[in-house]
């Protein structure tokens, strides 16, 4: 059978091409368009992923930070109630000494140094020079006070002292070369809380307790710690500032000799005083004005001081008139040359032996 196809079929196909060839344009377009959108909304989820992956480590190590925080501020709290009870206890010692001071005799002595621009200018000396500043020790003491006079002015007294160590208490852990307030309160946490207890570790038993509070106290080392407390404990204090003097925070690596924190312990409490080098104001009787006059006269260190007769001194001190004049050098060569030899704990005692620097 033959099918014949007519011009209106035809027609009705030229029609319909146009129209398919419309919508075939029309799927490419839109699918090119959504192909393209995709891609950029995978790229900014890939994104996204990468900026959660960063906030979850940033919120990794916020955890640790706070956990270490929260360490701190528990070792901070301790401190907190240890500083509180200390407080108590000054506070009660203060008014116990009060009460003393009130009911005896009043004594003490203010000595004047009469060369002043002022009507007076008063030195008074509580303490000894910290040997830090020139090399000596806070070295040994020295035994009775006997002798006459002349004696007393040239040489130093045998007098009995009063330690200045004595003030140290036996849980003062700071003391010890290394160690600070944070890491006393470690120790104290972990049951070493005297220099005796303390002197009984080993450097892996003290790693051991800095090991619990993170890798920052992991870097520090103990290894001198043990052996300073135990200087510390038989109250060998010229062995503990020796030692120390060769350690450098706490390590036994100086390259050179250092200052002792038990002499800036002692230096900061007021159980000595330090001056600097050839500061002629560390002399029993040596006030501003009365240096000044001595450094116009070519005296400036404390070995010219010592090198210079009392005689000479006093010519100088007469010559710069009535204000200098009363002043007694009998003495300062004597300090002076302790002082320069770097005695500093028998110019102290020497020093708590006088009275104005007069012997």
Known sequence: MITLVSICDLF?????????????????YWRSKY??????????IKGLNGRIKGLQDDLAK???????????LSITKGRMREIESEMKSLKAAAESEKRKASAAPKVNKIVEDKGSNSDTDKDVKLGSVASSFAGGSAASGIASNTGSSEEKAGTPPTSSKKSIYAGIKSDNLQIVEGIGPKMESVLKENGVNTHTELANQTPDSLRAILGKYGDKYKIIDPTTWAQQASYASK??????IDLQKKLDAGKDNAASMTDSKLEKYLIKTGAIKGFKQDDLKAIEGIGPATEKLLHSNGIKTWRELANTQATAIKAMLTAAGSRFALGDPTTWPKQAELAADGEFDKLREYQDFLDGGKG
């Open 12 to 28: 009705w196909l030229l029609w319909l091409l146009p129209l398919l060839l419309g919508v075939l344009l029309t799927w490419l």
């Open 35 to 44: 192909s393209n959108m995709v891609a950029e909304y995978e790229g900014k």
């Open 62 to 72: 916020c955890s640790a930070k706070r956990s270490e925080l929260e360490g701190d």
């Open 235 to 240: 109250n060998d204090w010229d062995g503990m």
